[in-house]
C-alpha cells in the first residue's frame, strides 16, 4: 500500500458526503461520527479505507476489488462497533434511496468504488446483515 494521503478533491468528496448524510438523517449523525471516530483509532480499518480510496482509481473490473471487499465485510463483521459505520445511518432510514444517496455519494454508476460498495454489501447481507437495497422501499 503507498503512504499517500488524501487528496484535496477526496476530503472535499468525504466533507460533502458527510453533509449529505446529516441532511438525510440528523438524528443518527452524532452517533455515526462516534462510531467512524473510533473506527479511526484502529489502524486496520484506516489501512483498509486509504486502500479503498486507492481503489477509486481502479478499473470498475480488478479483481483487487473483490478481495477488497471481502477483506472489509469481514473487517466489520469482526468488529461489530464498527460494522454500526454502515448500518448505523440505514438503521434509521426508512427509504432505501436515502441510503443509497449516502452510500455511493459522489460515484458513478459502474465504477470501482460502486462496485466495491456493492460487493461489501453483498457480502454483509449475505451474513444476515441488514442494508436496503435501492430497489425496495
Not at 68 to 94: C, S, W, Y
Request: proline share 5%; no cysteine.
Amino acid at each position: 500500500m503507498s503512504g499517500r494521503g488524501f487528496s484535496a478533491d477526496e476530503v472535499a468528496a468525504t466533507r460533502e458526503g458527510w453533509v449529505l448524510a446529516k441532511a438525510l438523517v440528523p438524528e443518527g449523525f452524532d452517533d455515526y461520527l462516534t462510531h467512524v471516530e473510533h473506527a479511526l483509532q484502529d489502524p486496520r480499518f484506516v489501512a483498509l479505507i486509504k486502500r479503498a480510496t486507492e481503489a477509486a482509481s481502479w478499473e470498475p473490473d480488478d479483481p483487487r476489488i473483490a478481495e477488497l471487499a471481502t477483506a472489509m465485510a469481514d473487517h466489520f463483521l469482526a468488529n461489530p462497533e464498527q460494522l454500526k459505520i454502515v448500518t448505523g445511518l440505514q438503521a434509521r432510514t426508512e427509504a432505501a434511496t436515502r441510503y443509497t444517496l449516502i452510500a455511493l455519494h459522489g460515484e458513478e454508476q459502474g465504477s470501482a468504488t460502486a462496485r466495491g460498495v456493492t460487493l461489501v454489501e453483498t457480502k454483509l447481507r449475505a451474513a444476515g446483515i441488514h442494508i436496503p437495497r435501492p430497489d425496495t422501499h
